[in-house]
């Protein structure tokens, strides 16, 4: 699955106002569940943060890829964060984050998960990736820029 079939431009953010990793994910979470009309009562969050505590999701090159799997969820969804300023990820290379995209699955998805884990890493790890979505100037923008790479990276 790829990412730009998981998004929709309500679930983008150009701006995101958190200044820590607990903040950008509950402000990342509440936007991925308006966008996509999920209400999982605090499902969602608390997934991605019991992921989040087993080993950061920040994967180095200002990327983090938080992603969890809830029994409210019924479809793959994502919402993506550009943060100009950068944030503390924890992440492997202890850079800040400028860049988070985070997707939940449905419990029972394992496989379409780990794929789509696998998707977002091949097309993220292209540096001219990263540079085109950071520097979107609007919600199409990045979802131009997004359906350009990965018909580039994407099989």
Known sequence: MRLSEMLN??????????????????????LLEAAHG?????????????REAMVSTGIGYGLAIPHGKARSVDRMAAACAVIPEGIDFDSEDGQPVHLIVLFVSPEQATTLHVRALANLSRLLKEESVRNS????KSPEDFIAALHAA???YIP
């Open 9 to 30: 431009p309500k679930a983008i953010t150009l701006r995101l106002k958190a200044r820590t990793k607990r903040e950008a994910l509950v402000e990342l979470v509440e």
């Open 133 to 136: 979505l950071r520097e979107a």
């Open 38 to 50: 999920i209400n999982s009562q605090g499902e969602v969050l608390d997934r991605v943060m019991r």
């Open 150 to 152: 990965e018909s580039a």
